[in-house]
T-cell receptor, first 113, second 113 residues
Framework: GAGVSQSPRYKVAKRGQDVALRCDPI?????LFWYQQALGQGPEFLTY????????KSGLPSDRFFAERPEGSVSTLKIQRTQQEDSAVYLC???????????FGSGTRLTVV | GDSVTQMEGPVTLSEEAFLTINCTYT??????LFWYVQYPGEGLQLLLK?????DKGSNKGFEATYRKETTSFHLEKGSVQVSDSAVYFC????????????FGKGTSLLVTP
């Protein structure tokens, strides 16, 4: 597609629920990133994929967070047993390579109540 | 580790005023430097970038110069418009051992008519 598409745009989850956030990167983009942006803060790195390989997951805040990109295109970020502190905007970005600009999606705003 | 420090906002300017948003960084090596803009309710958009010392990035009237001697990448615009109201993020490109952009906390700009 023309841009990075994320769904859903908004998600309200009750504490303890599992959620799955989807990212459709730009076709042909090898690199895919997930970031977490808390209110009034800059995006914080969560994880990075190169094609289907998850090369860096050092930013995932706990083992409740899990990301996958099984066919090297669409990616899913899953959060198990959501907590209030998980409330944030989750941004996905893709790129043809590290030396190039990153295109961000509009994000999924997750609110845990 | 690598880090980015931006001036705190909010910054409020009248239309046609001169804009400077300060950004300094700490990094090993010579990473690329970026400015991203986030309009209300939208994802991050790349505004400009510079890949090496003394490079000047420019776009839509905004400019920033990669200054190695002062480890800075200040964003400037000669005459701001109401439509420039947004949050601006300075970002450091991946280090030699990493993959992700490292963002500052963002500076909110409000331009009044």
């Amino acid at each position: 597609g023309a841009g990075v598409s994320q769904s859903p745009r908004y998600k309200v989850a009750k504490r303890g629920q599992d959620v799955a956030l989807r990212c459709d990167p730009i076709s042909g983009h090898v690199s895919l990133f997930w970031y977490q942006q808390a209110l009034g803060q800059g995006p914080e790195f969560l994880t990075y994929f190169q094609n289907e390989a998850q090369l860096d997951k050092s930013g995932l805040p706990s083992d409740r967070f899990f990301a996958e990109r099984p066919e090297g295109s669409v990616s899913t970020l899953k959060i198990q047993r959501t907590q209030q502190e998980d409330s944030a905007v989750y941004l996905c970005a893709s790129s043809v390579g590290q030396a190039y600009g990153y295109t961000f999606g509009s994000g999924t705003r997750l609110t845990v109540v | 580790g690598d880090s980015v420090t931006q001036m705190e906002g909010p910054v409020t300017l009248s239309e046609e005023a001169f804009l400077t948003i300060n950004c300094t960084y700490t990094a090993t090596g010579y990473p690329s430097l970026f400015w991203y803009v986030q309009y209300p309710g939208e994802g991050l958009q790349l505004l400009l970038k510079a890949t090496k010392a003394d490079d000047k990035g420019s776009n839509k009237g905004f400019e920033a110069t990669y200054r190695k001697e002062t480890t800075s990448f200040h964003l400037e615009k000669g005459s701001v418009q109401v439509s420039d109201s947004a949050v601006y993020f300075c970002a450091l490109g991946p280090s030699n051992s990493g993959y992700a952009l490292n963002f500052g906390k963002g500076t909110s700009l409000l331009v009044t008519p």
